[in-house]
Nanobody
Framework: QVQLVESGGGLVQAGGSLRLSCAAS???????MGWYRQAPGKQREFVAD???????SYLNSVKGRFRISRDTAKNTLYLQMNSLKPDDTAVYYC???????????????WGQGTQVTVSS
């Protein structure tokens, strides 16, 4: 069974920090692991991802403030978020993209999301 379980969201004041975690299971391989977010009334958007060679990519508005990392031994993906702004308020989703999972299925897999709220 494939599971992506996010944690670490919460309420923080502007300028504060949070670290999101995503514990993955059932995934044999993925081309990329990433974080996406969806604010109320808006479409889900890309935030950051990391490829198998460790190369990260970021949404322009979070560059220099957010850092994506992964611990392959723990099958866990992280998103360190610093200097948070009210515009960062959203549900944050973990994703395994181009994944091969237990049983041989292939596709993109998503977690249930964790709420991040930044107050001004």
């Amino acid at each position: 069974q494939v599971q992506l379980v996010e944690s670490g969201g919460g309420l923080v004041q502007a300028g504060g920090s949070l670290r999101l975690s995503c514990a993955a299971s059932g995934i044999i391989f993925s081309i990329k692991m990433g974080w996406y977010r969806q604010a109320p009334g808006k479409q889900r958007e890309f935030v950051a991802d990391i490829s198998n060679d460790g190369s990260p990519s970021y949404l322009n508005s979070v560059k220099g403030r957010f850092r994506i990392s992964r611990d392959t031994a723990k099958n866990t993906l992280y998103l360190q978020m610093n200097s948070l702004k009210p515009d960062d308020t959203a549900v944050y989703y973990c994703a395994a993209l181009g994944a091969v999972v237990v049983g041989g299925r292939r596709g993109d897999y998503w977690g249930q999301g964790t709420q991040v709220t930044v107050s001004s």
